[in-house]
C-alpha cells in the first residue's frame, strides 16, 4: 500500500490506472446496496477516484490512516449520501470530505445506520445549530470566523449555543435510541 501510495502522491498515472481497475468492481458491489442506477453507480466511482487522486497530488493522504480502499469507499459514501440528499443547501453532507479519514469498516451496517441516524437527527435541529455544527466540526472554521459569518456577538454567545446545539442532538439520540 505504501509503494502504491506514494505514486499517487506522485502523480503517477499508472497508479491511478491501477487503483481504478483494483476496485472498481468490489466498490461498484458496495453501492449496489443503495439500489443506484449503473450508470450513477459508474460515474460516482469515478469522480471518487479522481478526488482520491487529486487528494494524494495534494499531499492530503500523507498520515493517513486507514487503507487506500477504504479510503476510496469513505470518498463513493459521501458521494453516494450527498446525491441521496436531493442536494439540499442545508444538508451537512456537503461539507468538505475529512482530509483524513480513520473508519476502520466503512461497510459495515453500523457505520451506515449510524451515519444516517445523525444525518436525520442534525436535519431536525433548527438552521442556525445545523450551520454552527457544520462549520464548526465539518468545515473546522474558527470560532472568529463563525461568530463574524453568522452575525454573532462574542464568542461566548457562539460557545453557548453550540453548546446549546450538541445538548440538543444529544437529545434526540437518546430519545430515539430507547
Given at each position: 500500500?505504501?509503494e502504491?501510495?506514494?505514486?499517487?502522491?506522485?502523480?503517477?498515472?499508472?497508479?491511478?490506472e491501477?487503483?481504478?481497475?483494483?476496485?472498481?468492481?468490489?466498490?461498484?458491489?458496495?453501492?449496489?446496496?443503495?439500489?443506484?442506477?449503473?450508470?450513477?453507480?459508474e460515474?460516482?466511482?469515478?469522480d471518487a477516484?479522481?478526488?482520491?487522486?487529486e487528494n494524494?497530488v495534494?499531499?492530503?493522504l500523507?498520515?493517513?490512516?486507514?487503507?487506500?480502499?477504504?479510503?476510496?469507499?469513505?470518498?463513493?459514501?459521501y458521494?453516494?449520501y450527498?446525491k441521496?440528499?436531493g442536494?439540499?443547501k442545508d444538508?451537512l453532507?456537503?461539507?468538505?470530505?475529512?482530509?483524513?479519514?480513520e473508519?476502520d469498516?466503512?461497510?459495515s451496517e453500523?457505520?451506515?445506520t449510524?451515519?444516517?441516524?445523525l444525518?436525520t437527527?442534525l436535519?431536525?435541529?433548527g438552521?442556525k445549530?445545523?450551520?454552527?455544527?457544520?462549520?464548526?466540526y465539518f468545515?473546522?472554521?474558527?470560532a472568529?470566523?463563525?461568530v463574524?459569518?453568522?452575525?454573532?456577538?462574542?464568542?461566548?454567545?457562539l460557545?453557548?449555543?453550540?453548546s446549546?446545539c450538541i445538548?440538543?442532538?444529544?437529545?434526540k439520540?437518546?430519545?430515539?435510541e430507547k
Amino acid at each position: 500500500m505504501k509503494e502504491l501510495l506514494d505514486r499517487l502522491q506522485n502523480g503517477d498515472q499508472s497508479a491511478l490506472e491501477e487503483v481504478y481497475v483494483d476496485y472498481r468492481d468490489p466498490f461498484l458491489d458496495f453501492l449496489k446496496k443503495y439500489k443506484l442506477d449503473r450508470n450513477l453507480a459508474e460515474d460516482i466511482y469515478q469522480d471518487a477516484v479522481l478526488a482520491l487522486f487529486e487528494n494524494a497530488v495534494k499531499g492530503k493522504l500523507k498520515d493517513i490512516k486507514s487503507s487506500i480502499k477504504t479510503y476510496l469507499f469513505a470518498i463513493g459514501k459521501y458521494m453516494v449520501y450527498k446525491k441521496l440528499a436531493g442536494n439540499k443547501k442545508d444538508s451537512l453532507l456537503f461539507a468538505e470530505l475529512p482530509d483524513e479519514l480513520e473508519w476502520d469498516n466503512l461497510e459495515s451496517e453500523q457505520t451506515n445506520t449510524m451515519l444516517i441516524k445523525l444525518q436525520t437527527y442534525l436535519g431536525q435541529l433548527g438552521e442556525k445549530c445545523q450551520e454552527i455544527i457544520r462549520m464548526s466540526y465539518f468545515e473546522e472554521k474558527s470560532a472568529e470566523e463563525i461568530v463574524n459569518l453568522l452575525g454573532y456577538p462574542n464568542k461566548e454567545t457562539l460557545k453557548s449555543q453550540k453548546s446549546r446545539c450538541i445538548q440538543h442532538l444529544k437529545k434526540k439520540f437518546e430519545v430515539y435510541e430507547k
